[in-house]
C-alpha cells in the first residue's frame, strides 16, 4: 500500500502562482511513476504531469506546457507541481497519483493509488 497526501492548493488570481506538493509514504519501492491529475466541477479526471519514480522522465499536458513544473525529492519522497501563469480554466481539484506499473500513464487508470484532492482556484 502506499499512502498519498496533497498540499499547497489555494486561491490566487489570474497570472500567478502556487506549488503543490505530494508526500508519499508506504511502500514507495514499489512505485514506477508519480502523477497530477485534475478535475473541474463536471468534467472527468484529466492528466497534467508525470514524472517517473526513480529517474527524471516527465510528460505533461498540452495545456499546462511550458507553465507547469514537475519534480521529485527522491529523499522526502515528495513530488511538487509548480503552477506559474495560471489561468482560471485551471480551476480544479488536483490529485496525486501512483502507479506501480508502466501502463496508461496518462490516465487515471493507470494509477493504483490516489490522495484525496486539494482544490486549486484561480479567479479572473
Known amino acids: 500500500q502506499v499512502q498519498l497526501v496533497e498540499s499547497g492548493g489555494g486561491l490566487v488570481q489570474a497570472g500567478g502562482s502556487l506549488r503543490l506538493s505530494c508526500a508519499a509514504s508506504?511502500?514507495?519501492?514499489?512505485?514506477?511513476?508519480m502523477g497530477w491529475f485534475r478535475q473541474a466541477p463536471g468534467k472527468e479526471r484529466e492528466f497534467v504531469a508525470n514524472?517517473?519514480?526513480?529517474?527524471?522522465?516527465?510528460a505533461y499536458a498540452d495545456s499546462v506546457k511550458d507553465r507547469f513544473t514537475i519534480s521529485r525529492d527522491a529523499a522526502k519522497n515528495t513530488v511538487d507541481l509548480q503552477m506559474n501563469s495560471l489561468k482560471p480554466e485551471d480551476t480544479a481539484v488536483y490529485y496525486c497519483?501512483?502507479?506501480?506499473?508502466?501502463?496508461?500513464?496518462?490516465?487515471?487508470?493507470?494509477?493504483?493509488?490516489w490522495g484525496r484532492g486539494t482544490q486549486v482556484t484561480v479567479s479572473s
Open positions: 497519483g501512483a502507479a506501480q506499473y508502466s501502463t496508461a500513464p496518462l490516465y487515471p487508470e493507470g494509477y493504483q493509488w
Open positions: 508506504g511502500r514507495t519501492d514499489s512505485l514506477y511513476r
Open positions: 514524472i517517473a519514480w526513480f529517474g527524471s522522465t516527465t
